[in-house]
């Protein structure tokens, strides 16, 4: 059975919750493994390791006398250090009590300061370097777009197209294509029309042929928790209409949502099939969405949920790993400043809170991806990694970044923080994370 097969297999809530559970399953074994090595090559002793928690449904011990298992609830996990008074990496005041010198240095509470930094962080850490390493594998795998824009496959559309595969297009309209990395800005500036001229290499020949604009409204992918997801749009789809107007080029189509303000409209949707394609209509109502800005900020548009794709595929070449390492580690960042940039905009009341997602929210997007393919589920798998490895630095107790900030304390006055001092901001932590997964919750039940 295929991939899509498996998908099809599948009941929607039990679809999302299978791919959740295996999204986070993947992201936490990653970070917990980050802990438990790192510790171990410290020299701290992990008495557990768990991917879920609850009662274990499997386990076994290693030589170490480590205990991995698999708990009945899968959402989340945990390693349990020698010292550790519970899952959430709690000091145990007593635990090195009666203990040899030699003895306790094997535990957290009683090993080095940077032994316990650096095993704290390596969570986040790992989860920033499974996110880079999967960027920079699609990025080997799928190379760049070649210098010349030469045609490998041409889209189903209900047009007449002229273009073949294998053709090099050399103008449209009578202009030079630019550098394959400058091609949609080249496209913006074209006339727009239904129907335009290419000037290709064909077969050693350069002739002149006619056909649909080459950026038409072909639906490239759908977004989660969209009007498009909604109205049942799928990738390959063509919106060959609105409001019953001919559309012919992505453009047309952003600006025409863009400027009715969220105003009901029916989409004419060419759907390709085995019988040629199907035509027909469906009602949406575009969506407020905060998209981040060229400046580093936010704009609030109207959107439907797609995204747009040119009427053909083009040939690409290999990228070499210099190149692909720091286009993954370019990914991995823009994600971590993304998100800072938008947590402040939240908090600051620059954009709505509608733009947290809860554990509803990230389920759908996952479920989602999942649908698409196996690489677009990875692709996602790689940017939560990346999203939470960054939430587990922030400085609030429970998470990571909050022990960092105890390590901190204790290496400027030389001494840890009071067990009840730490007890207390525990506490406090817990009320924080739990505050925003009610925020994340209310977005996921009542924004669209």
Known sequence: MDFSSLLNSLGGGVFTLVFFIVALSIIVTV???????????????????????????????????????????PFGGYVKFAGDANAASAPDAHAVDGMSPEEARHTMPGAPLWARTLTVAAGPVFNFVFSFLVFTAFVLMTGKAADKLVIEEVQPVPYEVGLLPGDEILAVEGVDVPEPGEVLGFLEELPRAARVSYTVLRDGQEVSVEGPYPYPVIVAGVSPKSAARDAGLKTGDVITALDGQPVDTFWDLQEYVGSHDGTAMT?????????????FATTLEPRRRDIPSEDGGFETRWLIGITGGLLFTVGTEPVGIGEAMATGIGAVWQIISMSLSGLGHMITGAISACNLSGPVGIAEVVSTSASDGASSFLWTVAMLSTAIGLMNLFPIPVLD??????????????????????????TIGMVVIMTFMVLGLSSDLFCK
Not at 267 to 279: K, Q, S
Not at 403 to 417: I, N, S
Request: charged content about 20%; hydrophobic content about 40%.
């Open 267 to 279: 989409l004419t949707i060419w759907r390709p099939n085995d019988a040629g394609g199907e035509t």
């Open 401 to 426: 970044g909050g022990h960092l900030v105890f390590y901190a304390y204790e290496a400027v006055r030389g001494k840890p923080l009071p067990d009840r001092a730490v007890g207390i901001m525990m």
């Open 31 to 73: 970070h917990e493994y980050g802990h438990y090595i790192v510790g171990r090559w410290s020299g701290i002793r992990a008495d557990v390791f768990s991917i879920g928690f609850g009662k274990p449904l499997w386990q076994r011990t290693d030589k170490r006398g480590t205990v991995w298992q698999i708990a009945a609830l």
